[in-house]
């Protein structure tokens, strides 16, 4: 397990959340693609780890900044997709 | 956390798993379409996301209560913890569990007593009036005066539109007549203006209240019921209602039954004893025209928009204003007033809030004893803290569990703590009949509210004070201990030596209040009366006027009891007295000597009158100082001879004349009497100094009430029975009260001191034990830290005195510190008690100087066993303790 200080731990949260955010403006999308997106429009500096992608994107939904719904992916498979929100 | 997906942990799992899977498949195919093999696809896309478990867990622990979680573990822990020690628990529950016990228990009392409004609406606006006067004729007396009739008609002229006024007598006393086969009885009862009951705001459960035609001399009788009284006489009757029962051989109709909730307290009366209320306008109405006899105490309700200041100050000028019609004086210049609730419990404000700040004593020092002991046991475990905060343990994980411990340990003592408060209650409700407001007193949720707060209170404090004593960060120094320990655990022992300085501090006032009150209530049980108290039976009797009308018949009657009285086996002496030593207030008269040139205006010589028989003085024992008693022959309109108390001759005579033979006159010039002896003084109140008195023949008519007094030899109490049989059968409607012995009196009169002072020293002894321990726990630990310290020592010659004076004055510096501090506190707290205190000085110096050995001894007693032990350590094991 990573040794990181709770500060940057904080931190990547508060970036992650924007990031996401951020993502989403352009349309709905599912937890793949956000992943995708988000380290294409970074250029692949930002790696995202799946392992905080989930927890965040769950955080965000208690907190009411994106809502999610079940649909079906570009690949034809079912697939949960988030919106964001007017709080968001 | 969402509680949602708190409370669907499950579904919202399979959410995510589906989601997760989802994910893993995107990643997949995508990995497919770039060429890979989907086996390999399928790892990359695995190894690319991660543990799936580490999500789930991640998101788990994001919507649980992890805290909950934890307290569930700490609370677990704590138990497991205290039940391994069930000696250590129990006594810490134990100590806990009588600080908030105690604590409880008096703040209820407070806030029963003291603090809760009268049971009546818009108490607040309820206020008892008196009349007051501040010089020496009634320097004896307290602030509050009672008023007389005519004073209180101007007031109440002068009130109106700012309040309405109401007269109440609240110390009067009917004979109810045997009626219906009950036995006659003698009971409290009060004389009221109509309005009364509407000015309290009282209506009756039973029939109608009184109206102003009630309250007139030449009205029908009429007659309330207390609510108690009709239980218990009439068992609960509705048909009472327009019966007539019969109050000193007079016809009463009941008219209404008073709320069970009903009770007038005031400054000289006590609640709840009233059992009949009748009207003055018909059993004094004499009164209502006169200003110099004192029967009464006003009540007064503001209107809407007055204070009281405005009420009592237009009262106050009306008073001056009758003082300068009338400059008898018998009239009083001045009128006070407090609210009705403060009348009726200032007396007991300083001895209950005195108390319960013992009982906050108690509860301090509870408190300060399981910290010390927690501290100790955190010090035990200090090498296995150390190990796991290297490890990682957070501190406050290992703090919390601490601070569970303590918070067990004060919960179980305040669960035990609100039993013992529920125990005392019952037992002071039933021993203390004479504060006023008793009755009301019950555990309700104020109670149980405070006690939550003295069980947070309990837990913060002691687990404050571990927290402080863990804020030690040396792990490293205190895995280091563990080699070589010589000022192992300084750190700890020093917060437990402050802990035990507050402790011996608090214990120190505690036992200077207890040596005080002990000191002060020795004295009142040992101050004399004026008369021997051993086996001396007291009966009372009062001859309705009704069937005593004539004067010649009292006389005869208290003379024909008394030969009775004389001939029964076992009465060694016998004497009547209107009313006997210590038993309260007999009635007083202002008096005028004959042969002195006439006092300057308004001032007057205030005497406590009594009748006696002739040979009362012999049979008493009241030391005749000079001339003679009454002759047998002086009765009726022979009796105008009077003797005069040693202090009423000072009063009286001031000049060293001789008083035998000079004459005194009780208001009518025309009637003067003759002294003809001086005899002992005797007090009316133990707790008071004797007043003047003078004796008047009791046969010499007029007096229709007399208290037997008889004194045998032996197992007085074995004649109550025959006397009042002899009584029953000279007349068989006449009640017997105060049947008891002059001991009985006294106890009874000096039970409030007793209290207080037993209660005060029963916490001082517990504080006394509890610092005790404190101080043992504290060398005894020093000694097992140092044991390898003392066993180089004694290696290198130290001699066993100079080990025991080493570990001796460890343990006594804090115990000093503690009385020095205890000292100074006192002086602060003996000021509170001043008031309590009966002719005993707040500094006196017998009391310092006991407490201050006792402590001394104390504290010289837990440290010699440890001390003792440590000198006789064998070095070689000492030193192979490691």
């Known amino acids: 397990m990573g040794k990181k200080k709770p500060a940057d731990n904080e931190m990547l949260k508060g970036t992650m959340d924007m990031l996401i955010l951020r993502t989403l403006v352009a349309g709905d999308a599912h ?5 995708k997106v988000i380290e294409r429009t970074s250029d692949d500096v930002l790696e995202v780890e799946e392992g905080s992608l989930y927890p965040a994107l769950h955080r965000l939904e208690d907190r009411g900044w994106v809502s999610s719904y079940w649909g079906t992916s570009e690949n034809n498979r079912k697939a949960k997709f988030y919106r964001i929100t007017a709080a968001g | 956390m969402s509680f949602r997906r708190f409370f669907s942990r499950r579904r919202s799992d399979a959410e995510l798993e589906e989601e997760i899977q989802t994910h893993i498949a995107e990643e997949t195919a995508e990995n497919i379409s770039r060429g890979v093999a989907p086996e390999e696809a399928r790892r990359r896309a695995y190894v690319r996301f991660g543990n799936p478990q580490l999500v789930h867990e991640h998101l788990w622990s994001q919507n649980t209560l992890t805290w909950l979680d934890g307290l569930g573990r700490d609370l677990r822990y704590a138990m497991r913890t205290l039940r391994r020690s069930p000696g250590f628990s129990v006594i810490s529950i134990f100590v806990v569990a009588l600080g908030i016990g105690g604590t409880v228990a008096m703040f209820t009392v407070v806030r029963n007593v003291l603090l809760s409004p009268l049971p009546y609406p818009d108490s607040k606006n309820l206020y008892a009036v008196w009349e007051h006067e501040d010089n020496d004729t009634f320097k004896h007396f307290n602030a509050n005066l009672p008023v007389d009739g005519g004073s209180f008609l101007e007031w109440q002229k002068a009130a109106q539109g700012s309040a309405e006024m109401a007269l109440i007598s609240p110390w009067q006393n009917n004979n109810v007549s045997a009626e219906g086969g009950k036995l006659p009885e003698l009971i409290d009862s009060a004389s009221v203006s109509w309005n009364f009951f509407r000015v309290l705001g009282v209506q009756p459960v039973l029939g109608r209240d009184f109206t102003a035609s009630d309250d007139r001399k030449e009205a029908q009788a009429a007659v309330m019921l207390s609510h108690g009284f009709w239980v218990r006489r009439y068992s609960s ?58 029967e009464f105490l006003a009540v007064a309700r503001l209107a809407h928009g007055t204070t009281f200041a405005q009420l009592i100050s237009r009262v106050d000028t009306t008073q001056k204003r009758v003082k300068a019609a009338h400059p008898d004086p018998a009239v009083h210049p001045a009128a006070v007033g407090h609210s009705m609730l403060d009348d009726a419990v200032a007396a007991y404000k300083t001895p209950l809030y005195a108390l319960l700040a013992a009982t906050c004593c108690v509860l301090l020092i509870a408190c300060l004893n399981v910290a010390s002991l927690l501290v100790a046991r955190i010090a035990a475990r200090s090498k296995e803290h150390a190990i796991r905060a290297a ?55 104020f109670a149980f509210a405070f006690t939550v707060l003295a069980v947070l209170f309990a837990a913060c404090f002691s687990a404050l004070i571990v927290a402080m004593g863990a804020e030690d960060k040396r792990i490293l120094a205190t895995l280091q201990e563990s080699s070589r320990s010589h000022t192992g655990g300084g750190k700890r022992a020093t917060l437990r030596r402050g802990l035990l300085v507050g402790e011996v501090g608090l214990t120190v006032v505690l036992l200077v209040g207890a ?45 024909q009891l008394l030969q009775r009285v004389k001939g029964v086996p076992g009465v060694e002496s016998a004497a009547l007295n209107t009313r006997a030593p210590g038993q309260g207030w007999g009635g007083d008269s202002l008096i005028t000597v004959t042969e002195h040139p006439p006092l300057p205006k308004g001032v007057g010589l205030d005497l406590q009158r009594r009748g006696i028989d002739p040979g009362y003085f012999a049979a008493m024992k009241v030391p005749l100082l000079k001339g003679r008693t009454f002759r047998e022959d002086e009765r009726l309109d022979r009796a105008n001879v009077v003797v005069l108390s040693e202090s009423a001759v000072k009063l009286c005579f001031p000049g060293n004349e001789d008083p035998i033979g ?32 003078f004796y008047m023949p009791l046969y010499g008519g007029g007096m229709t009430s007399a208290t037997v007094m008889v004194r045998a030899s032996h197992n007085v109490e074995s004649l109550a029975m025959p006397i009042q049989r002899i009584i029953g059968e000279m007349d068989p409607d006449l009640p017997v009260s105060g049947v008891m012995t002059l001991r009985e009196t ?21 504080a006394l034990l509890l610092a005790a321990a404190g101080l043992y726990g504290v060398v005894a630990y020093l ?15 130290a001699r066993r005195e100079d080990v025991l004076g080493l570990v001796l004055k460890d343990g006594l510096r804090p115990a000093l510190i503690g009385l020095g501090c205890g000292l100074a506190g006192s002086v602060a707290a003996v000021r509170l008690i001043e008031s309590m205190l009966y002719e005993t000085q707040p500094f006196d110096p017998v009391v310092f100087a006991v407490v201050m050995v006792t402590l001394l001894a104390m504290a010289m007693l837990a440290c010699i066993v440890p001390a003792w032990k440590a000198s006789r350590l064998d070095p070689m094991q000492a030193l192979r303790t490691e």
């Open chain 1, 31 to 35: 937890g793949h693609t956000i992943a």
């Open chain 2, 662 to 693: 000079k004459h005194i006159t009780l208001g009518d010039p025309k009637t003067p009497y003759e002294i003809v002896g001086i005899v002992g003084d005797t007090r009316w109140d133990i707790t008071l100094p004797p007043m003047p008195t």
């Open chain 2, 391 to 445: 490890l990682g343990g957070s501190r406050l994980r290992l703090l919390r569990e601490s601070l569970t411990e303590s918070f067990l340990l004060a919960a179980a003592g305040g669960g035990v703590g609100l039993l013992l408060a529920w125990g005392a209650l019952r037992w002071l409700v039933l021993t203390r009949h004479d504060i006023n407001r008793i009755e009301t007193i019950h555990l309700d949720g």
């Open chain 2, 515 to 559: 040596g005080l009150l002990l000191k002060s209530y020795l004295r009142l049980r040992n101050t004399d009366i004026g008369i021997p108290t051993d086996n001396v039976l007291t009966l009372r009797v009062m001859l309705p006027e009704a069937r005593y009308s004539d004067v010649a018949k009292p006389a005869a009657f208290f003379d």
């Open chain 2, 746 to 766: 006294i106890a009874h009169s000096t039970v409030s001191s007793q209290f207080d002072s037993l209660i005060v020293l029963a916490f001082a002894v517990i």
């Open chain 2, 237 to 294: 009757d509705r048909n009472i209602l327009g019966r007539s029962i019969y109050l000193d051989a007079q016809p009463y109709t009941v008219i209404g039954v008073l709320p069970e909730t009903f009770t007038f307290a005031s400054a000289m009366s006590q609640s709840n004893a009233q059992q009949v209320w009748t009207t003055i306008g018909h059993e004094m109405p004499e009164l209502m025209s006169i200003f110099d006899d004192h």
């Open chain 2, 783 to 797: 000694v097992t830290q140092r044991t390898a310290e003392i066993g180089v020592r004694i290696a290198l010659g």
